[in-house]
């Protein structure tokens, strides 16, 4: 059973940084690309970043220059670097699989920017 956890979320001031982490069940790891999505309040839960098995990245324009998805084969693990952040990065943050596999989605964690 495939299981991804997301852990790292916080509140944070305007132009502060977290990182966000995301642990995988190993078989879908080393295979896959990754992705980091996010939800805000009342909004659809939309893909801001991918890293291949290989290591290219990929970002969304909102986030490109402040993000950074990284990973870690050994522990099967995905990272998210969040630089000056936003109020408007504001939102739940998941990781999955790109494409997303429905039944992936973990939990998320929430990141709250105060401006």
């Known amino acids: 059973q495939v299981q991804l956890v997301e852990s790292g979320g916080g509140l944070v001031q305007a132009g502060g940084s977290l990182r966000l982490s995301c642990a995988a069940s190993?078989?879908?790891?080393?295979?896959?690309?990754m992705g980091w999505y996010r939800q805000a309040p009342g909004k659809q839960r939309d893909l801001i970043a991918t890293?291949?098995?290989?290591?290219?990245?990929s970002y969304v324009d909102s986030v490109k220059g402040r993000f950074t998805i990284s990973r870690d084969n050994a522990k099967n693990t995905v990272y998210l670097q969040m630089n000056s952040l936003k109020a408007e990065d504001t939102a739940v943050y998941y990781c999955?699989?790109?494409?997303?596999?429905?039944?992936?989605w973990g939990q998320g964690t929430q990141v709250t920017v105060s401006s």
């Open positions: 999955n699989v790109f494409p997303v596999i429905r039944s992936y």
């Open positions: 890293i291949t098995s290989g290591g290219s990245t």
């Open positions: 190993g078989s879908i790891f080393s295979i896959n690309a």
